[in-house]
């Protein structure tokens, strides 16, 4: 058994209002024990005295692609898998260091990778993971160029790679969703709309049919899991949410009506705002076509509206970020893009409570509370009143705890040996 204590601890929960002033923070193994205001009495542990910094759960970023290894998906048409893990992993491991503990890889990820890391084989956020993409023939997912002929849509080698899967007509989808759960999938994605990155269909297009999406929804629904639904529009968001589906990602282009929809079915909204701002920023350098360039400009307007809505209307929003390869380093500026119109604390709650409520582990993860998996950050200085100290690469993380490991630890620690108490501050 194993004790690790944070002492002195600003403490932000994952949901309450109100944050808890000079507590202790105890963890035993890969849990958190106990929280004490005021001074702990424990024995043998190991010590750290965060001086009143903020503590956090653990990040989770609830839409990732940690194989997308480059912003043009073009370039990674003929790496092999092995190849590309060993460039997926230093950005897996930057996912990390930016205090994310957990994320939710929403078309690559598979359960080699969520193992990995499971087993702490490399260095990385838990993952939870839904195999490929499912796509309907010239659907967002679909990448095959005009000239390309080929009718080889069986799924396995279908002229697309392992992060889409082309699907079409009821009976595919059963068989499909059956087929990526039986490989291991946590959940399944599907793409329900166009989308910026695919350059043969509108962005406000729908796509599957009504009887797709619902099959997709009663199949998951039946192992205890949750489709999640690539959309932007209002008409592809309510024809999604109506039909059974969960989480709905992006969104930028609905209306307060939709938003209202969404909030009504208890589904929810996964805005990932950062990956438009900065991929625009940067689009032309890395070769993205005039077409992919226009569409970004037409959800960045849209995005912000969107937050608006969501906000207004009491929707469940989640936190995710959707960058792909070289746009990586941006994951983290997510939190001060949401709060330009949220509360820094309701942003927070995106990206802890309400993300593990999405993943189905509330409770265990996105918070900090006794039985909970001990995931922690510990900040330097208070993101309630300056969010921007959790951008960029982990600056302004002193601590970061994942499953009761101290991944990161820049405070001095101390062992004891018998039961003590600390110091007590002079409030105590
Ligand atoms: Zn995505």
Redesign the pocket.
């Known amino acids: 058994m194993s004790i690790i204590v944070l002492r002195n601890a600003l403490l932000f929960d994952g949901r309450s209002d109100d944050l808890q002033d000079d507590v202790d923070i105890v963890v035993e193994d890969n849990r958190v024990r106990e929280i004490v205001d005021g001074r702990a009495s424990v024995g043998n542990a190991t010590e750290i005295d965060v001086e009143g910094r903020t503590v956090l759960p653990g990040l989770i970023d609830a ?1 990732v ?1 940690v194989f997308a290894v480059h912003l043009n998906a073009y370039r990674t048409k003929d790496y092999p898998l092995t190849y590309l893990t060993v460039l997926a992993l230093p950005r897996i491991k930057a996912m990390l260091d930016r205090g994310f503990t957990t994320v939710r890889d ?2 690559g990820g598979d359960f080699g990778i969520k193992d990995a890391l499971a087993r702490n084989l490399i260095p990385g956020p838990r993952a939870f993971v839904g195999g490929p993409g499912l796509t309907q023939t010239g659907g967002h997912g679909d990448h095959r160029s005009r000239t390309d002929s080929s009718d080889d849509l069986c799924g396995c080698a279908n002229g697309l790679d392992f992060t889409r899967r082309l699907v079409d007509g009821p009976d595919q989808m059963r068989l499909a969703v059956r087929d990526e759960l039986r490989k291991g999938a946590d959940h399944i994605k599907v793409m329900a709309s166009g989308g910026v990155g695919s350059p043969h269909d509108a962005i406000d297009d729908c796509q599957f049919s009504e009887e797709e999406l619902r099959i997709a929804a009663e199949e998951t629904a039946l192992r205890g899991t949750y489709v999640a639904a ?1 959309t932007y529009g209002s008409k592809a968001v309510q024809r999604a949410v109506g039909n059974g589906i969960r989480t709905v ?1 992006h969104c930028n282009l609905i209306d307060e009506e939709t938003a209202i929809f969404v909030r009504d079915h208890n589904a929810f909204v996964v805005p ?1 705002m950062v990956c438009y701002e900065v991929t625009e920023r940067h689009g032309d350098d890395m070769g993205l076509s005039p077409v992919v360039m226009e569409k970004l400009r037409y959800v960045i307007e849209g995005g912000l509206r969107m937050l608006e809505y969501c906000a207004r209307s009491g929707t469940n929003m989640g936190f995710g970020s ?1 960058l792909m390869g070289e746009m990586e380093f941006a994951q983290a500026h997510e939190f001060v893009i949401r709060a330009q119109v949220q509360k820094p604390i309701d942003v927070l709650r995106s990206a802890t409570s309400i993300n593990a409520e999405i993943l189905n582990r509330s409770g265990e993860l996105g918070c900090v509370a006794p039985g909970a998996l001990a995931d922690m950050v510990v900040v330097d200085g208070n993101p309630l009143d300056d969010i921007a100290l959790l951008d960029g690469q982990g600056e302004n993380l002193s601590v970061i705890m994942q499953d009761g490991r101290l991944y990161k630890n820049r405070l001095p620690a101390r062992e004891v040996s018998t039961a003590t108490s600390a110091p007590a501050s002079a409030a105590h």
């Open positions: 839409h692609h929403v078309a690539h990602e990932t959707d």
